[in-house]
């Protein structure tokens, strides 16, 4: 039997099928909650933004529209989302600086030991938003250069260079360089 | 040709870091949403199919009323953008130079791979480049109160996509002005803001 695609489950939930959604939800729970989770840092925040996106989705059924990739579609809705977190969080002031470090590691970070992957995710941290962000885009949802231009409303080049950025910073951070 | 060689494997070096990364990153754990958590939003889902009626459901007694208050927003958001652009300032094209070179800039790499054209377009042909123009010609002038206005927040990447609400209100007006970018703008928009629920007028 062939596989129903991420589009046509949504197309049918936008219809009534809460089985075509349940599908849907278990393809792409892990992968949107790693996104939300590795950009606040901490599950309790994390677990509220990751439900406000399902919340979101869910909302906005009828007005999806096939042509768009479905994943691209729910991680503009996650992006939004979790912008709208930090504009809120942060004085204004500081959000013009371009620059927003998540507020600590998590508590993932205390069952990691001083290996690479804790390094890693400690370097990742400290990334500015939208390197992170970007950088998050291609490893957990494995999306290219202009799908990741697409989701973060940005042109490709300014998403090539942010990617670039936080690869050579975490090289650096990691000492590799 | 040992140039070539040279560059090809600095032109790589990029791939390579980030395949390095990559494979950091996969030894790291699968985190995965909390059951409850899971059953949250699967419930969440049922109740939104069922046939119950939401917050912003409307009984059929009171739809006329509805439908004479969206008319009502309409006309006074019309209203309120006819001021507004009777007041804008007269533009300065030439302090703006140097904003147009960066936001003209020219890019092709999106269509190449194939990804949706309203996604690209929300990004490059939403109405924030007049918006940013408007904005700094409004800074740039030499009207004391333009000077002396707190510039706009500007949100962080996005910070040349408008805020919704702002955005709606323009595509209000070139609906009302048969403007023919309203196709465009409402596809750029829908990129943008796919869970942002348009007024009926809107709609198709």
């Known amino acids: 039997m062939r596989e129903r695609t991420d589009e046509a489950l949504m197309k049918a939930y936008a219809k009534g099928s809460l089985e075509a959604f349940e599908l849907l939800y278990a393809r792409n729970r892990g992968i949107l909650y790693r996104y939300v989770l590795r950009q606040v840092g901490d599950a309790a925040t994390a677990n509220d933004l990751y439900q406000g996106c399902w919340e979101k989705i869910i909302r906005a059924r009828k007005r999806y529209r096939p042509s768009a990739p479905f994943r691209a579609w729910m991680f503009r809705i996650a992006h939004n989302h979790v912008m709208d977190y930090f504009r809120k969080a942060k004085p204004e002031s500081e959000i013009a600086e371009d620059v927003i470090e998540s507020p600590s590691p998590g508590p993932e970070k205390l069952y990691l030991d001083q290996n690479r992957t804790a390094r890693l995710m400690e370097a990742v941290s400290k990334l500015p938003f939208e390197q992170r962000e970007a950088l998050l885009l291609k490893l957990e949802g494995g999306f290219d250069i202009p799908e990741i231009a697409g989701i973060t409303g940005v042109k490709p080049e300014t998403a090539k260079s942010r990617l670039r950025y936080a690869v050579n910073k975490l090289k650096s951070e990691l000492g590799e360089q | ?204």
Not at chain 2, 74 to 79: G, K, M, N, P, R
Not at chain 2, 137 to 149: C, H, I, K, L, W
């Open chain 2, 1 to 204: 040709m040992t140039a070539d060689r040279h560059n090809s494997k600095a032109g790589n070096q990029p791939e390579r870091d980030l395949e390095s990364i990559r494979s950091a990153w996969s030894g790291l754990e699968k985190t995965e949403p909390p059951e409850l958590l899971d059953q949250a939003v699967l419930n969440q889902a049922k109740r939104a199919v069922e046939d119950r009626p939401g917050p912003g459901w409307i009984p059929k007694s009171n739809r006329g009323l509805a439908a004479f208050a969206s008319v009502a927003v309409v006309v006074l958001a019309i209203t309120l953008v006819v001021e507004q652009q009777d007041k804008a300032p007269v533009p300065a094209p030439a302090k703006l130079d140097g904003f147009r070179l960066d936001l003209d800039e020219a890019d092709s790499a999106g269509s190449e791979a194939g990804i949706p054209a309203e996604m690209e377009r929300a990004a490059e042909e939403s109405p924030a480049k007049s918006t940013l123009r408007k904005s700094v010609t409004a800074v740039s002038s030499s009207q004391p109160e333009a000077r002396g206005a707190p510039p706009e927040a500007e949100p962080m990447s996005d910070a040349l996509v408008p805020q919704p609400e702002e955005w709606v209100r323009r595509l209000i007006a070139l609906k009302a002005n048969h403007d023919e970018k309203l196709a465009s703008e409402l596809a750029a928009f829908r990129a943008a803001y796919p869970d942002y629920p348009l007024p009926p007028e809107l709609e198709d």
